[in-house]
């Protein structure tokens, strides 16, 4: 596709239960981020990965997140045991290197809301 | 935290007048990047300013960067109502560490 698609847009779920979002990158490129943002708060990064492997996930909170991306494309975050406090928007974003022109192109994002 | 911060929080200006949103960060950057988030949306990129750069434009935009001063500011020129959005800093770290500050709110009133 021409840019950065996450799925689903909007999730409920209910404490306790496990999710997965979404994102599929631009084709092509190698870097993949998710980032959390909350109401009037700027993007938190979470997970960095270059091709297949976590780069950086230094920005996970606790061992409930977790993200994948097996194939160097698509990727998957996932949230077991979800608490209230995880309810935020999930944002992804990819770029083509990262560190030539390291631009971030971003997704509209998932909304995730746990009752 | 190595975030970057802005200020305004939240700036309302008449359409055709200048906006001004400055940003701070901690440590030694590699680039500032400056994001634009239209309500519901995702992140776009805007303009790049690289550490040993002092200034930038791009259009309408105008970047400055003080290094000694950890600070940042975009002017956006002319104001137009469509520039109504969220307005968000990245200090970037390693060339792949990205800090995003909390934004500046800009609303231009037509």
């Known amino acids: 596709g021409a840019g950065v698609s996450q799925t689903p847009s909007n999730k409920v779920t209910e404490k306790g239960k496990y999710v997965e979002l979404r994102c599929d990158p631009i084709s092509g490129h190698t870097a993949l981020y998710w980032y959390r943002q909350s109401l009037g708060q700027g993007p938190e990064f979470l997970i960095y990965f270059q091709g297949t492997g976590a780069a950086d996930d230094s920005g996970l909170p606790n061992d409930r997140f977790f993200a994948v991306r097996p194939e160097g494309s698509v990727s998957t975050l996932k949230i077991q045991r979800t608490e209230r406090g995880d309810s935020a928007v999930y944002l992804c974003?990819?770029?083509?290197?990262?560190?030539?022109?390291?631009?971030?192109?971003f997704g509209a994002g998932t909304r995730l809301s746990v009752l | 935290s190595q975030q970057g911060e802005e200020d305004p929080q939240a700036l309302s200006i008449q359409e055709g007048e200048n906006a001004t949103m400055n940003c701070s960060y901690k440590t030694s950057i590699n680039n500032l990047q400056w994001y634009r988030q239209n309500s519901g949306r995702g992140l776009v990129h805007l303009i790049l300013i690289r550490s040993n750069e002092r200034e930038k434009h791009s259009g309408r935009l105008r970047v400055t960067l003080d290094t000694s001063k950890k600070s940042s500011s975009l002017l956006i020129t002319a104001s137009r109502a469509a520039d109504t959005a969220s307005y968000f800093c990245?200090?970037?770290?390693?060339?792949?560490?990205?800090?995003f500050g909390s934004g500046t709110k800009l609303n231009v009133k037509p």
């Open positions: 974003a990819s770029s083509l290197s990262p560190v030539a022109k390291n631009i971030q192109y």
């Open positions: 990245a200090a970037v770290y390693n060339f792949n560490k990205f800090y």
